[in-house]
């Protein structure tokens, strides 16, 4: 059975990074964000994968890492700094008491985070010895014997409330379990590895052809797609990678993905990360990033039609007007919209072009970017 669908309605953050205060009061089925250098478009979308996910740990802390440029390129388990990566989510990046941050969609998905102590005391119940946990609005200078003194984010996501302490070690790797039904394709990630666990993920579940038919748009003569062992070089040793490779109509030989231009290990991520949000949410930043723009028009065609297949909704950023213009010639054949975040004075704004108000747009020149 599927599970149910994730679909947001409209977008309020508070307190989020940069964003004091933003409202988006109608979200479509693709969603293209733009707007100035740091307006927030790629904080919009972190947002969003943080409201997804419910607050999600593993979650948090990979965007985190992202943002920071932390990578792990040998896939191995790796200790991160907990406190600083979940501090970059609040304002100045600094433990500071007073103001929560609300991320809410809808009149039923919300999410807050709230920094604070926590005071760990442990209490006699007749015969029996029970832990207790007070939240405090400022930190406790005489904590008894045997107190614990915690401070770190108060979350609650749907009602469902949870603490989380920053002095608890925080491990990256294997045992990060990535959400389901939501996935955030980010720029600094490796598409290669990235390509292969999303592949994985929907290998013999029959999501398989969605991949294939949307390569066919590009190239009428694909045939199928695998991921193959390869030998390569890493750190001065031999090694092995999984790589993608496709086979031609009527060609016996296959061949790896990269014959069919630059920019197609990004259209694959770009594919396999709508087709694994099948009824969730698809966050994509800078969308046109590596691929040229010639290719842009026959990636929005795959898009509209993946998304309306796979009942997917869809969120990605540009700063690219060719981007914009490729968007708008495919934008009426499906629920889509244009929002142009701006920045007012010290205020955050929303404006929403739907497909005839963009082509409008386009075609005077007002400034979209």
Request: aromatic share 8%.
């Amino acid at each position: 059975m599927d599970k149910k669908r994730i679909y947001f309605p409209d977008l309020t953050i508070e307190g989020f990074k940069s964003i004091d205060h933003l409202y988006i009061d109608s979200l479509s089925s693709i969603n293209l964000i733009a707007g100035d250098n740091n307006v927030g478009k790629s904080t919009v979308l972190e947002a969003l994968y943080a409201l997804a996910t419910g607050g999600e740990m593993g979650a948090l802390l990979q965007m985190g890492c992202n943002r920071m440029n932390i990578q792990n390129p040998m896939g191995e388990s790796f200790v991160v700094d907990k406190e600083k990566l979940l501090l970059t989510f609040f304002k100045d990046w600094q433990f500071k008491l007073g103001k929560d941050l609300i991320i809410k969609a809808g009149t039923d998905q919300a999410l807050q985070m709230k920094l604070v102590y926590v005071l760990e005391s442990k209490e006699k119940a007749g015969n029996a010895v029970v832990n207790k946990m007070e939240i405090l609005d400022q930190p406790l200078e005489n904590a008894q014997g045997g107190d614990t003194l915690e401070r770190g984010i108060l979350f609650t996501s749907n009602n469902n409330t949870f603490f989380s302490a920053f002095s608890t070690g925080s491990g990256m790797g294997d045992e990060f379990v990535y959400p389901k039904q939501v996935n955030f394709i980010h720029t600094s990630l490796s598409s290669k590895s990235y390509n292969l666990r999303l592949w994985d993920n929907i290998a013999l579940t029959g999501l398989e052809r969605h991949v294939i038919e949307a390569l066919r748009v590009i190239d009428p003569l694909v045939e199928n797609l695998a991921f193959l062992e390869e030998s390569v070089l890493k750190g001065g040793r031999g090694a092995s990678d999984r790589v993608p490779y496709i086979t031609l109509k009527n060609r016996p030989d296959r061949y790896p993905l990269s014959i069919m231009g630059d920019g197609m290990n990004r259209i694959l991520s770009i594919i396999l990360g709508i087709v694994n949000s099948k009824g969730g949410i698809c966050l994509i930043d800078e969308i046109e990033n590596g691929i040229y723009y010639r290719r842009q028009p026959e990636l929005w065609r795959i898009i509209c039609l993946l998304v309306k297949e796979l009942d997917v909704q869809l969120f990605a950023t540009t700063h690219s007007l060719d981007c914009i213009r490729s968007f708008s010639s495919v934008a009426h054949e499906v629920d889509a919209q244009l929002i142009r975040l701006e920045k007012r004075k010290s205020e955050f704004a929303a404006v929403n072009y739907k497909s005839g108000e963009l082509q409008i747009a386009l075609e005077n020149d007002i400034e979209l970017r």
